[in-house]
């Protein structure tokens, strides 16, 4: 058991030093209202466009997610690391009273969207699959919104957040 819990502690300190974009993933549906912070979101292809998301599976919210079959990856800004320490639970601030700031949307998929997110991707979950102590969704997207604003990133690195300066902007690439 010593070398499960030793192997857990060194991978956990090895993701810590790998840094990873900060998104809140909303949904909102038969299951409830909810979001969450998360840095385990990557693509997966573009053709059809699709991500993969992994929620902790002793989150309350994992069964909204999959009761709602669809989801929002908001990507942010460094100018909104208050909202990502909200919903990551960090504030206490119950999920209503985050959803409450006027920054929300809910357009016509229904998601909850950041209005001033880097990026919003919408779409639904088209598997969900139970590995370790996550699930690993896999979400076919429906609607990408990207916003002209640019501002600077936002990474979690070393338990840590931090402003990834946009210093170039990004070249459209069709």
């Known amino acids: 058991m010593e070398n499960c819990d030793s192997k857990r502690g060194d991978f956990r ?19 409830g209202r909810c979001g969450v912070t ?8 573009d053709t059809p466009p ?20 669809k989801l929002c ?12 320490r909200d919903f990551a639970g960090m504030t206490g601030i119950p999920m209503e009273d985050r959803f409450a700031q006027p920054c929300w949307a809910e357009p016509g998929h229904g998601q909850p969207m950041l209005e001033e997110a880097l990026a919003n991707l919408q779409g639904r ?8 102590t996550h699930t690993v969704m896999i979400v076919e997207l429906d609607t990408i919104d990207l ?17 990834v300066p946009a210093a170039v902007p990004v070249a459209e690439n069709n």
């Open 147 to 163: 916003h002209a604003q640019g501002g600077d990133g936002l990474v979690y690195f070393s338990r840590l957040f931090h402003r």
């Open 38 to 45: 998360a840095t385990a979101v990557c693509s997966v292809t």
């Open 13 to 31: 300190n090895a993701m810590a030093r790998l840094g990873a974009a900060v998104s809140i993933v909303t949904s909102n549906g038969q299951g």
């Open 50 to 69: 699709t991500l993969l998301v992994c929620i902790n599976r002793s989150s309350a919210m994992n069964a909204v997610f999959k009761a709602n079959g």
């Open 73 to 84: 990856v908001n990507v942010l800004s460094a100018e909104q690391e208050g909202l990502a």
């Open 125 to 132: 979950i088209i598997r969900a699959d139970e590995l370790g």
